[in-house]
């Protein structure tokens, strides 16, 4: 028997009025992975979360946690999940214990257990030593954060929903939450969304883009980098001509194409290439056997690029604007 | 239930730690105790055929206008607008009990703050014994039937003021709604009241409906004494209404 995915959502739309925030969204979410959600602002990453939480309610299509339809049951569901909303609003005037506490007591943490697990989501997210006593309000944005995180930790759920958990946080704080996050990897089942890209590619297992309320990607950002952005990218710096060097490629066997060019003066040229080749040997020496023999530039320097997430994401919310725009007119003719 | 007794207890607990709560004590108890001086003058200086708490809680719709709703305007419009109510949302707590436990929150210590005013007529006796030998200022009667009308009022007009806190984001919108509606019912009752005097020819059926909703006339039998059970019905079932209504509300909007 497969196991019961932790988080399924079906067909889920959720519209405001004349606006569709989210429409016919699918994905599944296995236990204990850490999965990304990513979107540009108002692409229904939010609505997403919220509706999956039991908050709000979907104005179709159904989604399950831990086996659990939340629409039927959307108290055993909030049993199960963690959430932190975005900007993570706490109240000002409560110290950080008692607001765990109190927020403990909420969550049905039984009361002989009640200290104990306080004390255990503040070492994890390292407020005991620190903050422990300290007024909300006077906190600073960074520890904040880790209470919001703390909160989402407490009765040991098995999903946990972070809305934007790194947003406006520095370095060494981010880097601390990446931590926490690596730690919960493989017991708790994760769903953070971001819009810092680098942290989403580092963190999680699994990427799901979505982008005016569908999801165009979901995968590894490895799987997302081949779907988008297929080929092999490297970034030379050469002195001599630009048309020379492609003739000089195409004389090699390898069709590329210049998708960045900067000039660095002196007949210096530092381009990014997209190459078509077999993959299967080695293209870098291909490329470096090719240029270092034309007698017409040199070779000052040769580095495989790997798109980051960054540009995936680039990609592949213009490739769904674009099948919007394609698909209106057809829409428009069958009205 | 557990969830209610939880949540009724942080906001006592938020309440007590809170200085507006402290300060809005204390004028409440400086504008209520210059008024009860006042009637007490007045009676030295001409004789009235009231008692003087009678004379007292009739002018209970004073401190009604602006404190309920400094206390109800914050409770949820206030968490509303910061987001703590999407986090409340987020444990299993039933709506209801958010409701029921703001409510019965903003509900004691308006309470408290009328229960503090009967020191008024034991200082008052307690300095002036000669004044109170015929038992005008600590009169049993009147003082129970008062407080009783307060309390059961009191449910509604609390009412009022977590129905309109539970519609906007807003404080400020929720405090002018609650003052609005809370003058609507206090005074437009009564002016629905002097209309029916003048007009002779009115229904009877609507004569029995405008007395229903006089809250002047309940606190009238009520200081006197006279306990009905129209008025108890009246302020409880049009509470529980509202109270419903906030949490479809809250469900709603969320």
């Known amino acids: 028997m497969e196991p019961i995915p932790s988080i399924r959502v079906e067909n889920l739309t959720r519209q405001y009025g004349a606006i569709t925030a989210i429409q016919n969204i699918n994905f599944t979410v296995n236990p204990g992975e850490v999965v990304g959600f990513l979107g540009p602002n108002g692409a229904g990453k939010s609505t997403t979360m919220r509706i999956l939480s039991g908050i709000m309610s979907a104005t179709s299509g159904s989604a399950w946690v831990s086996g659990i339809c939340v629409a039927q049951n959307p108290h055993e569901v909030k049993r199960k999940i963690g959430y932190m909303p975005e900007n993570n609003p706490l109240p000002d005037d409560m110290r950080v214990v008692e607001y765990l506490r109190f927020r403990a007591r909420l969550k049905e943490v039984p009361g002989n257990k009640l200290r104990e697990s306080v004390q255990e989501v503040m070492e994890i997210c390292d407020l005991a030593r620190t903050a422990r006593r300290k007024i909300i309000g006077t906190l600073s944005k960074g520890f904040r954060q880790r209470v919001g995180i703390a909160d989402a930790l407490l009765g040991n759920p098995e999903v946990i929903i972070m809305d934007e958990p790194t947003i406006g946080l520095d370095p060494h704080q981010i880097q601390g939450i990446r931590t926490l996050i690596d730690n919960l990897r493989g017991k708790l089942t994760v769903v953070l969304s971001s819009h810092i890209l680098p942290e989403i590619e580092r963190s999680c297992d699994r990427v799901i883009i979505i982008n005016r309320g569908r999801v165009v990607a979901s995968g590894t950002s490895e799987s997302l980098r081949e779907e988008f952005l297929p080929g092999n990218r490297f970034d030379v710096e050469i002195k001599g001509s630009e048309p020379d060097l492609l003739v000089a490629l195409k004389e090699h066997g390898i069709t590329s194409e210049i998708i960045h060019r900067q000039e660095l003066g002196d007949n210096t040229h530092r381009l990014s290439l997209r190459t078509e080749g077999d993959e ?47 698909n209106k007119p057809k829409a428009a003719a069958k009205a | 239930m557990r969830h209610y007794f939880i949540l009724l207890k942080h906001e006592l607990r938020m309440l007590l730690i809170s200085p507006p709560t402290y300060i809005a004590s204390v004028l409440f108890l400086c504008l209520m105790g210059f008024l009860y001086w006042a009637i007490l003058r007045g009676m030295v200086n001409a004789p009235a055929d009231m008692l003087p708490s009678v004379q007292f809680f009739s002018v209970f719709w004073i401190p009604v206008f602006f404190v309920v709703p400094l206390l109800t305007m914050r409770s949820i419009a206030g968490e509303r607008s910061i987001g703590t ?115 002779v020819d009115l229904v009877v059926w609507l004569d029995a409906t405008v007395n229903y909703l006089q809250i002047f006339q309940h606190l009238d039998d009520f200081s006197r004494g006279i306990i009905d059970t129209r008025p108890f019905f009246y302020y409880t079932s ?3 209404l509202l109270l419903g209504l906030s949490t479809l509300v809250i469900e709603a909007k969320a």
């Open chain 1, 280 to 326: 299967t040997k080695n293209l870098g020496a291909q490329l470096i056997a090719a240029l270092s023999q034309s007698p017409k530039f040199t070779l000052h320097s040769l580095a495989p690029r790997v798109p980051n997430l960054e540009e995936i994401f680039l990609a592949a919310t213009k490739r769904s604007w674009e099948e919007t725009i394609e």
């Open chain 2, 85 to 199: 109510l999407d986090t409340l949302m987020t444990t299993p707590t039933s709506r209801v009990a958010v409701v029921l436990s703001k409510f019965s929150g903003a509900y004691i210590f308006y309470m408290l703050l009328w229960f503090a005013t009967l020191g008024f007529p034991l200082i008052a006796n307690k300095l002036y014994p000669q004044a109170s030998e015929g038992g005008a200022i600590l009169d049993m009667a009147s003082l129970t039937g008062g407080y009783l009308f307060l309390a059961t009022s009191g449910l509604l007009f609390i009412a009022i003021g977590i129905f309109a806190s539970s519609i906007t984001r807003s404080q400020l919108v929720a405090g002018m709604l609650s003052f609005t509606t809370l003058f609507v019912v206090i005074v437009g009752g009564q002016q629905l009241g002097n209309i029916a005097e003048n007009s």
């Open chain 2, 238 to 240: 049009t509470a529980v």
